[in-house]
């Protein structure tokens, strides 16, 4: 049964229009395990990035399952089934692979069902990982073994694994937003323009910050210019820098990312631009399993003294700027 077929999938890049593929056709069959092989710059991760909705086609057809698709974003991809492992893990490492796995997932959370889930998907497949261990004490295949697990818990079907090294664009700002005097007129001219914009989709507090900036002119499902990308920070990040696009990120999730990104940031200031963090302890009536008096003992720790001069001073000596700043009360 084919799972994924591509017809005359073309694709050239923008900025120098080099043909990376040229009328690419092949079939998936379910249940197969396939390998593309080439030399560096003949278009394999070009490839993936289409199958997985960081780039578009410029010529083709994607089926998955025999049925005609248009994958615009990771989300969409997601959707039908394809998930794509990067170079770059996304976990955290002080948590367990239980709780990465988890994280997201709305409504009350029950780790050790959430555990179990994770044991029948290793059972199935035949991985080896211990979804109690902590992310810090794996080897990098059991962290690629969390991963794909990760990926398995609501597609599994189809994963694409591949090591992302592919051409970044260098932010050229078409949409001349540098000097704005806030976000709102930035993404005005981004409009505008219709210049590339990334946008995480994920419901997350950035998304939400994002969509209150552009109050009542969020841009249309078919407008292309606008990703929805139902990716984390890091990820959105890495479109960004390989579509020559904008994208609204925090500070902190930028410098750690920088040496891995052909992008500047190009507006840092203004009140519609502040993103807050805060520490809320759980309630423990409507999640199983946790530790209030630890909870309560770390907060009392990061409000202190000694948490609050760490907090401000982080990031100086690795990115040459604090990440953070405190507000004061």
Known sequence: MKMIEVKNLSFKYNKNGKIVLDNLSFTIEKGTVNVLIGLNGSGKTTLMNMLSGIYFPDEGDIFINDKKVVIRSPKDAFDHGIGMIHQHFKLVDVLTATENIILGLEGKLDLKAAAQKIRQICDAYGFDIDPDQKIYDMSVSQKQTVEIANLLRDTGDITALREIKG?????DNPAGIKGSANAAEAFGKIADAKANFISRGDESGT????????????PEADDKWY????QGMGACLTMASEKGAYCLTDKATFLSNKADLDLEILLAEGDDMKNTYSLIECNPEKLDGINTEGAKALIEWLTGDEASALIAKYGEEEYGSALFYLIEE
Not at 167 to 171: D, G, K, M, T
Not at 227 to 230: D, H
Request: aromatic share 10%; glycine share 10%; net charge negative.
């Open 227 to 230: 990703i929805n990308a139902g």
């Open 167 to 171: 051409i970044c664009y260098l932010a």
């Open 207 to 218: 998304h939400k910050a994002e969509l209150k900036i552009w109050g009542d002119d969020v």
